[in-house]
């Protein structure tokens, strides 16, 4: 600091040098409680060093031992004086609260709060996020004071979903009123991304089974995940740290499992990102058995009717007479009636039996070799394919019961078939109830060669069940319609009319095979193609070689379908047409 003066008049009759700072006479400078040190070139220029005080002044002080008032006065004159100040102390930046002190990931909105601090104060303050500008304050500079700039602190709200997600750098800064600038940078990190749970599991289990374990697997952004939280049955919810969990459920009924995950990135008020909640049924029910077959009563009992004559003894009945109930009193009598007496089949069967010998005057029991007659009552051979007739119906029989033997009644039985041919398209065909023994039957419409099985969807404790298929075989329904003409002569064609019935053709159509036959020998002579379309006819021709005109034969002709994959019906034949063939052709006229 220096101190300009460039007019001063001081009478020294009055005062003495003192022992301070002396200059041009008897007296010193003094500056808050620090002295001036007097110039060396005899100018009325002084420096004061930095002695911690906001304020200076001058000073007379008398130097004498006596001072008489009145005496005299002294004189100062200061008409400028130039005050010139350096500052030794940098300005700061500092964030107190909000973004600038997070540590680990972020998310939401957060407060962003920048305060600086300077002797001359603070003229700017601004930030910036992954270089984008923030909102900054400033002030108007005045020099007239010490403190010439008093900027406000940056209170603001920073949206960080307007940013790019993971490490990004926040910066602050700051000028104060010597254009003195402060900084600092720390490093902020973002996932506003919002995590994400499934679950996996099996949806019908037995309860034979044990504790079964849903899965739930959760991903999240670049913060990763910090953990699921999943409830059974609406029961408080167990946090499982991880990103995935096997959650265990157990107990026979219907059950319901529901998680949501959670990453390691907070909200302003210290909530983590949070997974829509993922929900999950399962049922537990008591393991079901579904059998399936073609019944049918074997062995039945042979009965046969007998003719005999029975003797009534006398009774009494009520009889009417004009209208009026009587008591009649009938005479015994003897009546001839009509009985069915009915006894079951018999086998002779080769058995090992135990028979009492003597053995050396002893009797002992020895396994022998015997034909024995063994009494085969009826009973029922449950059979898994079962042959019926083009255009007939026919029952299919089953059985619903728990894994420990105990029938089910009362229950609906969905009845699905596919046509056997290969594609597995398999509908509802009927339904049926089982009885208070857990059987049921269901009628099998008229149709092709078809797979059935038996679907039993379960109940709320008792597990859905599904049967092991059969099979129904449908023979094909070939027809010859027409051979013309019927009489030929030899070396003459005919034309043979057929309709394969049935429809289910194959994309590309059947095969059906061509025989002519004399008596019990035939031939196949050729294989018509591509049968099918909407009626199922087609039409061939055969030509007969030459022969003798005086020789007549006997022929017929016969169409059989051949087996194919794609085609739901079996192999099958049609009724025989004859032709005749001799003599010479007709002659033609023009």
Same mark, same amino acid.
């Given at each position: 600091?220096?101190?300009?003066?460039?007019?001063?008049?001081?009478?020294?009759?009055?005062?003495?040098?003192?022992?301070?700072?002396?200059?041009?006479?008897?007296?010193?400078?003094?500056?808050?409680?620090?002295?001036?040190?007097?110039?060396?070139?005899?100018?009325?220029?002084?420096?004061?060093?930095?002695?911690?005080?906001?304020?200076?002044?001058?000073?007379?002080?008398?130097?004498?031992?006596?001072?008489?008032?009145?005496?005299?006065?002294?004189?100062?004159?200061?008409?400028?004086?130039?005050?010139?100040?350096?500052?030794?102390?940098?300005?700061?930046?500092?964030?107190?609260?909000?973004?600038?002190?997070?540590?680990?990931?972020?998310?939401?909105?957060?407060?962003?709060?920048?305060?600086?601090?300077?002797?001359?104060?603070?003229?700017?303050?601004?930030?910036?996020?992954?270089?984008?500008?923030?909102?900054?304050?400033?002030?108007?500079?005045?020099?007239?004071?010490?403190?010439?700039?008093?900027?406000?602190?940056?209170?603001?709200?920073?949206?960080?979903?307007?940013?790019?997600?993971?490490?990004?750098?926040?910066?602050?800064?700051?000028?104060?009123?010597?254009?003195?600038?402060?900084?600092?940078?720390?490093?902020?990190?973002?996932?506003?991304?919002?995590?994400?749970?499934?679950?996996?599991?099996?949806?019908?289990?037995?309860?034979?089974?044990?504790?079964?374990?849903?899965?739930?697997?959760?991903?999240?952004?670049?913060?990763?995940?910090?953990?699921?939280?999943?409830?059974?049955?609406?029961?408080?919810?167990?946090?499982?740290?991880?990103?995935?969990?096997?959650?265990?459920?157990?107990?026979?009924?219907?059950?319901?499992?529901?998680?949501?995950?959670?990453?390691?990135?907070?909200?302003?008020?210290?909530?983590?990102?949070?997974?829509?909640?993922?929900?999950?049924?399962?049922?537990?029910?008591?393991?079901?058995?579904?059998?399936?077959?073609?019944?049918?009563?074997?062995?039945?009992?042979?009965?046969?009717?007998?003719?005999?004559?029975? #003797?009534?003894?006398?009774? @009494? *009945? /009520?009889?009417?007479?004009? %209208? !009026?109930? $009587? &008591? =009649?009193?009938? +005479?015994?009598?003897?009546?001839?009636?009509?009985?069915?007496?009915?006894?079951?089949?018999?086998?002779? #069967?080769?058995?090992?039996? @135990? *028979? /009492?010998?003597?053995?050396? %005057? !002893?009797? $002992? &029991? =020895?396994?022998? +070799?015997?034909?024995?007659?063994?009494?085969?009552?009826?009973?029922?051979?449950?059979?898994?394919?079962?042959?019926?007739?083009?255009?007939?119906? /026919?029952?299919?029989?089953?059985?619903?019961?728990?894994?420990?033997?105990?029938?089910?009644?009362?229950?609906?039985?969905?009845?699905?078939?596919?046509?056997?041919?290969?594609?597995?398209?398999?509908?509802?065909?009927?339904? /049926?109830?089982?009885?208070?023994?857990?059987?049921?039957?269901?009628?099998?419409?008229?149709?092709?060669?078809?797979?059935?099985?038996?679907?039993?969807?379960?109940?709320?404790?008792?597990?859905?069940?599904?049967?092991?298929?059969?099979?129904?075989?449908?023979?094909?329904?070939?027809?010859?319609?027409?051979?013309?003409?019927?009489?030929?002569?030899?070396?003459?064609?005919?034309?043979?009319?057929?309709?394969?019935?049935?429809?289910?053709?194959?994309?590309?159509?059947?095969?059906?095979?061509?025989?002519?036959?004399?008596?019990?020998?035939?031939?196949?002579?050729?294989?018509?193609?591509?049968?099918?379309?909407?009626?199922?006819?087609?039409?061939?021709?055969?030509?007969?070689?030459?022969?003798?005109?005086?020789?007549?034969?006997?022929?017929?002709?016969?169409?059989?379908?051949?087996?194919?994959?794609?085609?739901?019906?079996?192999?099958?034949?049609?009724?025989?047409?004859?032709?005749?063939?001799?003599?010479?052709?007709?002659?033609?006229?023009?």
């Amino acid at each position: 600091m220096g101190i300009n003066i460039p007019a001063f008049d001081l009478n020294e009759s009055y005062v003495n040098a003192g022992s301070q700072g002396q200059w041009g006479g008897d007296f010193y400078w003094s500056s808050g409680s620090s002295n001036i040190t007097p110039a060396e070139s005899g100018g009325p220029a002084f420096g004061l060093g930095p002695f911690g005080s906001s304020y200076f002044g001058l000073l007379v002080v008398c130097g004498q031992s006596t001072c008489t008032i009145g005496k005299g006065e002294a004189l100062i004159n200061v008409s400028e004086l130039i005050l010139q100040v350096a500052e030794t102390r940098l300005p700061a930046v500092n964030g107190p609260s909000g973004l600038w002190q997070t540590s680990g990931w972020v998310r939401g909105n957060w407060p962003l709060v920048v305060t600086g601090s300077a002797p001359t104060g603070m003229c700017f303050l601004w930030a910036s996020l992954a270089g984008q500008s923030l909102p900054g304050t400033s002030s108007a500079v005045n020099p007239a004071t010490w403190q010439e700039c008093n900027a406000p602190s940056i209170s603001d709200t920073v949206y960080t979903a307007a940013f790019a997600q993971g490490a990004t750098t926040l910066a602050i800064a700051g000028v104060d009123g010597a254009d003195n600038p402060a900084s600092g940078t720390k490093t902020v990190y973002i996932d506003n991304q919002q995590p994400t749970v499934a679950l996996t599991g099996p949806t019908d289990a037995p309860s034979t089974a044990g504790t079964q374990y849903v899965t739930a697997t959760a991903a999240a952004g670049p913060s990763g995940v910090a953990g699921i939280d999943c409830s059974v049955d609406d029961a408080p919810g167990q946090w499982y740290a991880g990103s995935t969990v096997q959650v265990p459920v157990s107990g026979i009924g219907d059950h319901q499992i529901s998680c949501f995950a959670e990453n390691n990135a907070v909200s302003a008020d210290g909530i983590h990102g949070t997974s829509a909640t993922a929900s999950f049924a399962m049922k537990i029910g008591t393991p079901t058995v579904a059998a399936i077959g073609f019944d049918k009563l074997v062995d039945k009992l042979r009965c046969h009717r007998e003719h005999e004559v029975v #003797r009534i003894a006398a009774h @009494w *009945v /009520t009889g009417t007479v004009n %209208g !009026k109930p $009587v &008591r =009649v009193h009938e +005479q015994a009598r003897t009546q001839r009636i009509t009985i069915t007496r009915c006894h079951v089949r018999t086998a002779r #069967r080769r058995m090992e039996v @135990w *028979v /009492t010998v003597r053995r050396h %005057g !002893k009797t $002992v &029991r =020895v396994r022998r +070799q015997r034909t024995v007659l063994v009494a085969i009552p009826p009973h029922i051979v449950s059979r898994s394919t079962q042959l019926v007739g083009h255009d007939r119906a /026919t029952t299919v029989d089953g059985w619903i019961g728990t894994d420990a033997g105990v029938a089910i009644a009362g229950q609906t039985v969905d009845i699905y078939t596919a046509a056997d041919n290969g594609r597995h398209n398999f509908h509802l065909a009927t339904t /049926t109830t089982t009885a208070a023994d857990g059987g049921w039957t269901a009628r099998i419409g008229p149709g092709p060669s078809r797979v059935i099985e038996a679907y039993y969807p379960g109940a709320a404790t008792i597990q859905a069940a599904q049967s092991a298929p059969v099979t129904l075989t449908v023979p094909a329904k070939i027809v010859l319609l027409r051979i013309t003409p019927h009489r030929v002569a030899w070396g003459q064609t005919v034309r043979i009319l057929g309709r394969l019935q049935g429809g289910y053709f194959p994309p590309g159509g059947a095969l059906v095979r061509l025989r002519i036959g004399e008596g019990n020998a035939y031939t196949t002579y050729g294989v018509a193609e591509h049968v099918g379309g909407h009626h199922g006819l087609f039409s061939t021709t055969y030509t007969f070689g030459a022969g003798d005109p005086s020789t007549y034969r006997s022929f017929w002709f016969e169409l059989a379908t051949l087996p194919m994959g794609d085609y739901p019906y079996a192999p099958a034949n049609s009724r025989r047409r004859s032709v005749f063939v001799g003599g010479d052709p007709p002659i033609r006229r023009r």
